[in-house]
């Protein structure tokens, strides 16, 4: 099996896994199916590897750096992902607390539809994407400067991921402020788990490179499987929620 089929599978595999078991832990089964759709389609975000694979083009075209400062560098990057788009969550639960739960799943299938078609057609969702290249090109490989760009990259990743985000924030919204910061969390690993699977799991920079970019190779596929989910997933909260 192909290295970036096996990535995919266990970045699949270990989200739905991680949102199946942590719903059950906490008792809320009825949105086991609802929310392993959102955390199944963003876990296979083309988005996220396309900015992904820019940053680890760029780390290996810096001179002598080591896998201690790679692995450095991408988790301030990853981490300054992941604060940036938890305070986003919250603003949205807040937002979005006395708004009925089928309007998730309205935003779900429109935003299914679109992700189809995006992807059906080749179009990039990434708003400012050479303005993103050039921010991740110029910065230099600190600790500081990888977080300071994973704070910019956040907001041109929201059109990637906002349609999902905002159905996840209306249906979590109901559960009550302690379970939705905790459901806020898993969210958030799920959507910065693939990048700390390719951080981690593979062997160096320049295969890691390599995964990253087959698997953006692959965008078109994901994103029509992702639109695809997510059209069902509105389609049933509607029906059944």
Known sequence: MRSEIKVLLLIIFSSLGLTAGILTFLGLKDLIYPLLGLAGADSINPCTFVIYTMLLIALSLKENITKKRIYAVGMAFVSAIYISYYLLGVGLVILTKTIPVWVAGAISIIF??????????????????????????????????????????????LPCSSGTYLA??????????????????????????????????????????????????????????????????????????
């Open 168 to 241: 996840y924030a209306i249906l979590i919204s109901k559960v009550g402020r302690t379970l939705t910061l905790i459901l806020l969390a898993l969210y958030n690993i799920i959507f910065i788990l693939p990048l700390l699977i390719i951080l981690f799991t593979v062997g160096s920079i320049t295969e890691s490179k390599s995964i990253s970019q087959k698997i953006v190779q692959r965008s078109r596929e994901l994103s029509m499987i992702a639109g695809v989910i997510l059209i069902a997933l509105g389609i049933y909260v509607i029906i059944e929620m």
């Open 112 to 157: 299914g539809a679109y992700t189809f078609a995006t992807g059906y057609l080749e179009k990039s969702r990434i708003v400012g994407k050479k303005e993103a290249r050039r921010n991740i090109f110029r910065k230099e490989a600190t600790i500081f400067g990888a977080f300071s760009l994973g704070v910019i990259i956040s907001f041109t990743l």
